[in-house]
T-cell receptor
Framework: GAVVSQHPSWVICKSGTSVKIECRSL??????MFWYRQFPKQSLMLMAT?????????EQGVEKDKFLINHASLTLSTLTVTSAHPEDSSFYIC??????????FGPGTRLTVL | DAKTTQPPSMDCAEGRAANLPCNHS???????VYWYRQIHSQGPQYIIHGLKNNETNEMASLIITEDRKSSTLILPHATLRDTAVYYC??????????????FGGGTRLMVKP
């Protein structure tokens, strides 16, 4: 089956630093990838939609200059949380969509900002 | 995408069938019903999806009412490892640019020994 990986699985950083999270589709090409954020005891909230070779589309309320998304290839998208602060601590989950339109999710990355 | 309504939580005894309901009264004719689940601190896992016919796979069965306004996910023999949040989502199938999965609150299923 389709597999999506994320790296790292968890990260702890100091306030003010930037953190990059990678999302890879391991056995299929994904023209579209999605980034979600999930706070404790809440559902997944879509942050942005990333299309290969073009700029990401951000959901309302998500700062594009703070959450930089790059989708340079059909198998890799990255999310960079710039100048992270404690309120950015969350579980970040990526999803990749295959040619049939089905979405497959990564295992998530837990970010803790001290 | 159509909105779905699910009970926030349910309990089920281990070994018994777990029946998780979902209401989607505003579903459109070209929208499918998808079910995902999320085990604590993991990414969502696909379970099953259907359009109007009942579907079954190795994980679960999906029963969709004739008017398609509601559905039920059935885990035939629940185990402790089935404890998770179950999300019912309706969306148009296919690779359209705007066709992403939007998550509601889901149902937190607790399987008890």
């Amino acid at each position: 089956g389709a597999v999506v990986s994320q790296h790292p699985s968890w990260v702890i950083c100091k306030s003010g630093t930037s953190v990059k999270i990678e999302c890879r589709s391991l056995d299929f090409q994904a023209t579209t990838m999605f980034w979600y954020r999930q706070f404790p005891k809440q559902s997944l909230m879509l942050m942005a939609t990333s299309n290969e070779g073009s700029k990401a589309t951000y959901e309302q309320g998500v700062e594009k200059d703070k959450f930089l998304i790059n989708h340079a290839s059909l198998t890799l998208s990255t999310l960079t949380v710039t100048s992270a602060h404690p309120e950015d601590s969350s579980f970040y989950i990526c999803s990749a969509r295959d040619i049939r339109g089905e979405q497959f999710f990564g295992p998530g990355t837990r970010l803790t900002v001290l | 995408d159509a909105k779905t309504t699910q009970p926030p939580s349910m309990d089920c005894a281990e070994g018994r069938a777990a029946n998780l309901p979902c209401n989607h009264s505003t579903i459109s004719g070209n929208e499918y019903v998808y079910w995902y689940r999320q085990i604590h601190s993991q990414g969502p896992q696909y379970i099953i999806h259907g359009l109007k016919n009942n579907e079954t796979n190795e994980m679960a069965s999906l029963i969709i009412t004739e008017d398609r306004k509601s559905s039920t996910l059935i885990l035939p023999h629940a185990t402790l490892r089935d404890t998770a949040v179950y999300y019912c989502i309706v969306r148009v199938a296919g690779g359209n640019a705007g066709n992403m999965l939007t998550f509601g609150g889901g149902t937190r299923l607790m399987v008890k020994p």
